[in-house]
């Protein structure tokens, strides 16, 4: 610590005392705060003579040496790991994640985008996602432009940001608007190493922590070998190529749609878990992230209080077997316990693939109860849900 020697005075000069400026500078020795003392702006040999008299006594902090973990920030700090418990990101403030958002963002009305970010914070979100992918923007700019209002509203900004894009030109324009410790999201194998490591060394730069998609040069990971292999490489590459510590390494295993009437599709959820099972236990510091919402049960939109459950469902399953940090509509979710036992026991056999006709059954289920036959199972789409961010 090396003070002025007060505030500048009304002719720019500073009028404290090296008797008071002393005093203070031992009062802060004695609380074990100081690491080096000294001064600066007013101070002169007398009142260095005066701090070194009064700090000579005690010996400097001694630093406190903080357990491994990831730590992000906004105006806040945000530490992830085994004290934090699950983190929910709010997923609202993604214009092709929401009708609503898209909507404000198309038409400039980023007065009440704003107030979406900060619904997602006042109703939990301890981070929130924010995704300007859409063909009709210019996403460089929505991106900057958002993120530089939402910078100024304390309420918001007090939690840390994930930049989400499949564009690194607009996560790195995101990542200039920064104050903190932000996450990306995301970056992947996708294009190659060459280009993998080169975004990550940036990503390293610019003080970010990093989602890898389990993605590579032949595609999307969706078996648990290949999610758990491309892991491996990641990390390894991010670790021992560019200078990243584990613990700055979120991994997201592909969170796919379930129960869309495809047989193939039975054994995502399963294999999500199974492929966060073995990834945590290779890579005990790295964590594990995903988009909830994707799960979608292709019953999308039809009842939200429903689909919400099942999102419980999966979600309960989903942090046991390692899952540390989600995107979800924070504040929607219902409580595991609370779920009727029911409809708990159908969304169990669907999650976890308990039986042949556990979409069926589920589907039965729901028509049988208040609100009938509201939900028909969407078969149309054979493809597992992407996500925006690969
Ligand atoms: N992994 C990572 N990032 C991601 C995803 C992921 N980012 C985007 C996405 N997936 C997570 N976010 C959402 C947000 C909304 C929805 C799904 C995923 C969603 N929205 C409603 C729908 O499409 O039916 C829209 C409702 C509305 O318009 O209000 O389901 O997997 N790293």
Redesign the pocket.
């Known amino acids: 610590m090396h003070p002025n020697a007060g505030l500048p005075n009304e002719f720019g000069e500073y009028d404290d005392t090296p008797g008071n400026m002393g005093r203070v500078m031992g009062q802060f020795a004695e609380a074990g705060l100081l690491n080096i003392a000294g001064g600066c702006c007013g101070t002169r040999p007398e009142h260095i003579r005066a701090i070194a008299a009064s700090v000579r006594r005690y010996s400097p902090r001694k630093p406190v040496s903080l357990p491994v973990r990831l730590r992000v920030s906004g105006l806040e700090p945000l530490t992830i790991g085994e004290e934090s418990g699950f983190v929910n990101v709010g997923?609202?403030t993604?214009v092709?994640?929401?009708?609503?958002?898209?909507k404000l963002v198309l038409n400039g009305d980023y007065e009440t985008a704003v107030e979406v970010a900060r619904q997602q914070v006042e109703s939990g979100a301890q981070m929130i996602?924010i995704?300007m992918d859409e063909g009709l923007l210019d996403s460089q700019a929505a991106m900057t432009r958002f993120l530089n209002l939402i910078a100024t509203e304390p309420s918001i900004a007090r939690v840390p940001f994930v930049i989400?894009s499949s564009k690194w030109s607009v996560i790195e324009a995101g990542l200039k608007c920064i104050q903190g410790k932000p996450v990306v999201?995301?970056i992947s194998l996708k294009e190659g190493e060459a280009e993998f490591l080169r975004q990550a060394k940036l990503c390293q730069r610019y003080g970010a922590a990093v989602?890898v998609?389990a993605f590579d040069e032949q595609g999307q990971a969706d078996t648990v070998e290949r999610r758990v292999a491309i892991a491996q490489r990641a990390c390894k590459l991010l670790i021992e190529q560019a200078g990243f510590v584990p613990q700055d390494i979120i991994i997201?295993p592909?969170?796919f749609a379930i129960a869309t009437g495809i047989d193939e599709h039975n054994d995502y959820a399963v294999q999500y878990f199974e492929a966060a099972r073995q990834i945590k236990a290779k890579s005990p510091r790295v964590r594990i992230?995903?988009?909830?919402?994707?799960v979608?049960f292709s019953f999308?939109?039809n009842n939200p209080v429903r689909e919400a459950k099942r999102y419980a469902v999966f979600l309960y399953h989903a942090i046991r077997a390692g899952l540390d940090m989600a995107?979800v509509?924070a504040g929607a979710l219902p409580i595991y316990d609370d779920i009727e036992p029911d409809l708990l026991e159908r969304v169990e056999d669907v999650v976890l693939n308990r039986r042949a006709d556990a979409t069926e059954r589920l589907l039965t289920f729901a028509s049988t109860v208040k609100g009938k036959a509201k939900e028909k199972p969407q078969n149309s789409s054979g493809a597992p849900?992407m996500?925006?961010?690969?």
């Open positions: 997923e609202r993604n092709t994640g929401s009708a609503r958002f898209s996602d995704n989400d999201n995301s989602i998609m997201d592909n969170i992230s995903g988009g909830l919402s994707n979608s999308r939109g995107i509509n849900a996500s925006p961010s690969v």
